[in-house]
């Protein structure tokens, strides 16, 4: 069994964007919540939401601690709850909000998954693989393509994560 993840307290407060307008913004603040919820886990701050005619099918964050899985991480995790949510592999017509850019891993998963929009917050130049280090969304001979959008409120989800790596480096 694993064991309780000691609580990080986290001096960014979660967002609370009006209901009304259920823009990118919304669903992006909804994924800065949820890499704060991981950051009060202990794990790096990354949050992701997928959202499917207006409804939120799916809400997770990175537990790559927590759980000793490397492949835990908050798209993986969202993209699980999404697929049970409409009981189908394929996500077709569904948008995923994701405070980082995607890594080799997730990235792939968002193309095997077929969604139909990724937007992200935090360009990734190292393991970005939607744009930032590769784009495997430019595959030539794939047969699905995602529509995608970068920087959406960049300068909160980037703080965020910069902060947190300063703790830890303190903490070395
Ligand atoms: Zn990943």
């Known amino acids: 069994m694993d064991s309780p993840r000691p609580s990080l307290p986290c001096p960014f407060a979660k967002v ?11 669903y992006m ?26 409804k939120i099918i799916a809400a997770a964050h990175n537990q790559r601690d927590s759980t000793r899985d490397p492949t835990a991480h908050a798209e993986i995790l969202a993209l699980g709850q999404a697929a049970k949510a409409v009981d189908n592999w ?3 017509g569904a948008t995923l909000y994701v405070t980082k850019e995607p890594c080799p891993m ?7 998954a077929r969604l139909k929009r990724v937007v992200y917050a935090v360009p990734d ?9 590769v784009d ?5 001979h794939s047969n699905h393509h995602l529509e995608i959008s970068r ?9 965020l ?3 947190y790596f300063q703790l830890k480096r303190k903490e070395d």
């Not at 919540?33 to 005619?53: F, R």
Request: include cysteine; charged fraction near 25%; aromatic fraction near 6%.
């Open 125 to 133: 130049a190292k393991m970005g693989c939607l744009g930032g280090a």
């Open 29 to 54: 603040w909804l994924a800065y919540n949820e890499a704060i919820a991981a950051w009060q886990e202990d794990e790096v701050p990354i949050g992701a939401i997928i959202e499917l005619d207006g």
């Open 16 to 26: 609370h964007p009006s209901q009304l307008r259920r823009d990118d913004e919304f």
């Open 106 to 112: 997730c990235s792939g998963a968002t193309l095997m």
């Open 161 to 163: 994560l910069r902060a």
């Open 151 to 159: 920087g959406l409120l960049e300068k909160p989800c980037l703080d």
């Open 90 to 92: 394929r996500l077709t």
């Open 136 to 140: 495997l969304n430019a595959l030539p």
